[in-house]
Each structure stands twice: as structure tokens, then as C-alpha cells.
């Protein structure tokens, strides 16, 4: 079992920057590979980013690429997603997630195990 618990929501004006936290408990956290999804109201949960846990291989959806980087501490067990030059289109609730199944892309949600409870992304025009 993982434990997933996120930070670093809140209220940011379009062009703004904000970094999101994710900390993992319950297992080897440096075995997981996480990832960064989001929801919009009346919207599926989409892909944001990934990172592998071997090789801390990025991958990004590219409704993001070029204004978010997704990075982990295994120290910390945490995992962050750093975004800039925000869109009001971004808000969103932000969810971390966390698998120890291989994958080569990881943009499905049916691909990880472990889901956090999310966090509030709402950026004002």
C-alpha cells in the first residue's frame, strides 16, 4: 500500500507559477512510478507528467510541455510538480499517483495503483 498525500494548491493569476508536493508513505516510495493528473469540473481526469522510478524519466502531456517539470526526492519520498506561465485553463484539482507496474508512457489513469485526494489548482484571469 502507498499513501499519497498532496500540497501546494491554491489561487495563482494566469502567467503565475506554483509548485505542487506529493508525499508518499507505505511502501519503498524509490520503487513507484508516479504521476501528475488532473480533473476540470464536468471533465475526465487527464495525464499531466510522469517520472520512473529507475530511471527518473520524464514524460509530459502536451498541454503542459515546456511549463512543467516533474521531479521526485527519494529522500523526502516526495515527488513535486513545478509549473509556470499558467492558464486559466489549468485550474483543475491536481492528483498525485503512484504505481510499482512497469510502463512506458503512464498517461492512463488505469495504470496506477495509488491516488492521493488532490489539490485545488484555480488560476484567475
Known amino acids: 500500500q502507498v499513501q499519497l498525500v498532496e500540497s501546494g494548491g491554491g489561487l495563482v493569476q494566469a502567467g503565475g507559477s506554483l509548485r505542487l508536493s506529493c508525499v508518499a508513505s507505505g511502501r519503498t516510495f524509490s520503487d513507484c512510478n508516479m504521476g501528475w493528473f488532473r480533473q476540470a469540473p464536468g471533465k475526465e481526469r487527464e495525464f499531466v507528467a510522469r517520472i520512473m522510478w529507475s530511471s527518473g524519466g520524464t514524460y509530459y502531456a502536451d498541454s503542459v510541455k515546456g511549463r512543467a517539470t516533474i521531479s521526485r526526492d527519494n529522500a523526502k519520498n516526495t515527488v513535486y510538480l513545478q509549473m509556470h506561465s499558467l492558464k486559466p485553463e489549468d485550474t483543475a484539482v491536481y492528483y498525485c499517483?503512484?504505481?510499482?507496474?512497469?510502463?512506458?508512457?503512464?498517461?492512463?489513469?488505469?495504470?496506477?495503483?495509488?491516488w492521493g485526494q488532490g489539490t485545488q489548482v484555480t488560476v484567475s484571469s
Open positions: 499517483a503512484a504505481t510499482t507496474r512497469p510502463m512506458v508512457f503512464g498517461t492512463s489513469t488505469r495504470q496506477y495503483d495509488y
